[in-house]
């Protein structure tokens, strides 16, 4: 009996040692490591809003805290005509921390370690602000990429717990865009974003994520 109490408190002291660990206090305080915090706005693009595929995904971060410093990455995919698979589709990574690379691909997006794509050195710079429209610059030795958003609607805020289907918390502003445009070198990318739903706030698939932190 007495090794039946000792294991139900160890195993009580254990629960509690996880839920805190991965649990929100009454003071809004998240208890756990911060991976990264920044920005992470995306664009997905289609030609039809009922085609399964994107024609374009962009992944960009701009991120101001993490173990290995700051910098930008941009994860993108595009198939620039829409025609399928052909020699002038762009599947990449773009970064100027290549280091970040390396910590976000093994902590964060661990599809990139299944699925590589070869990153290039680049040089990154934005203009706009989130009323009217924002862009971004990502250029590099081969490539000069440009990101837009704009016509934004009404912003939403998202807090999501640790723990479940998805072990990261993350806090983040979504400005949800309802146009948005893709340039790979001078050539503009075919599709557009299309409406959904986070829960009850109506959200875009191409939209600014800002104030950005993932907690675990």
Known sequence: MKYVKGFLVLTFM???TVSFTYSQDETGLYHGKVYVSGENPVLRLKINEEDKDFVTSASFW???YSPVGRGHILYI????TGDGETEDD?????????ELVEYMNREILTRFLEDPYPVHKAHFTYTGDPLTAWTEVVQSDKYTIILV???FIKPFVIATPMGGERPFGITSLGIPATSAEVYINGKKVVGRPFPEMRGKAQNSTARLWWGETWVK
């Open 90 to 98: 762009v599947k990449a990574i773009f970064t100027d921390n290549e």
């Open 14 to 16: 254990v629960l509690l």
């Open 149 to 151: 958003w704009k016509d």
């Open 77 to 80: 995919r595009s198939d620039i």
């Open 62 to 64: 701009r991120i101001v």
